[in-house]
């Protein structure tokens, strides 16, 4: 037994306890928030509810074939017009969206089963100018490099910080092979590094986007267990009043 014996997280004093709880208890609400925020925009990108890996191809890469509304009336809005009007609103699309086409036949289509949410919800495009109906017919090129440079460095700097402490509370864990809880304070700097390296590959080719959802799902999980066995042990372990006679970090 050395002086140090004390120095492990079952074993620390109240005010320490406090503090580290108080850290995951907001990281973890972040998170939480975080994954809903991801949800709602990448979750959506493909028109589709949910995270899928086509989502992360169309918020990086973007979709070089079609464009929103094709992807709109193919995905979220596809019970918004019977088949054969949808049809032909996308063959308008191939057909390079030409005026005439538009004043003939389109633009009926759209008065008939579009405008009544687009032009009435705020937020939504207004559908009754044709204006805003050409700005979802673009096609969409994928996150640009200069948002991509911008959220890369904001997304390393702010996650490693996160990870830091994380790791720095969970080293003082017990009963944890020394291998094991190498293993899991590495692991999410490195998911991190891989997490934001495949967003510049997904962009240049779609292939990578799973490198994208594997090292994301990776690193979260992780989190999710360092949170739980760092709030465990401060918490639970010490109520059966045995005394933890063990120096975390000299493993
Ligand atoms: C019942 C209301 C409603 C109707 C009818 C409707 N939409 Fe939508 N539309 C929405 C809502 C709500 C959203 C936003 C959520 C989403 O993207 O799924 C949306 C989003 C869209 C978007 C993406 C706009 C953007 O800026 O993100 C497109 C494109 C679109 N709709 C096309 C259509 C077309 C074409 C029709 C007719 C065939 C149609 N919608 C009919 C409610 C409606």
């Known amino acids: 037994m050395n002086e140090m014996s004390w120095f492990n997280l079952p074993s620390l004093g109240l005010s320490l306890k406090a503090l580290f709880s108080s850290y995951l208890c907001v990281v973890g609400l972040g998170a ?16 589709k509810l949910g995270l899928s890996i086509d989502d992360i191809v169309y918020s990086y890469h973007g ?52 405008i009544s949410c687009h032009s009435t919800m705020p937020g939504l495009p207004d559908f009754t100018k044709l204006e805003q109906v050409m700005l979802t017919t673009k ?9 991509l440079t911008r959220v890369s460095h904001i997304h390393m700097f702010a996650i490693a910080f996160i ?6 509370i969970f080293s003082l864990s017990i009963g944890i092979t020394r291998w094991l809880k190498v293993l899991v304070i590495i692991l999410p700097f490195l998911c ?10 997904t962009k240049i080719n779609p292939i990578f986007a799973w490198i994208t959802m594997v090292s994301g799902v990776s690193y979260s999980l992780i989190s999710a267990y360092t949170w739980f066995v760092s709030m465990y ?5 010490p109520l059966n009043g045995k005394k933890y006679h063990h120096n975390a970090w000299s493993d």
């Open 63 to 114: 979709d070089h074939r079609s464009s929103q509304l094709e992807a709109k009336l193919n995905g979220s809005m596809k019970d918004k017009a019977p088949q054969t009007e949808r049809v032909k609103i996308i063959k308008w699309l191939h057909n390079g969206t030409s005026i005439e086409e538009w004043n003939h036949e389109i633009k009926a289509i759209f008065d008939k089963n579009c």
């Open 32 to 47: 939480i928030l975080a994954s809903a925020q991801i949800m709602l925009t990448h979750g959506m990108a493909d028109g």
């Open 139 to 147: 096609h969409s090129e994928g996150a640009s490099t200069s948002s």
């Open 192 to 201: 991190l590094t891989l997490d934001v390296f495949s967003w510049w590959l």
């Open 163 to 168: 990870f830091f402490f994380n790791g720095l």
């Open 233 to 237: 042990q401060m918490w639970i372990m």
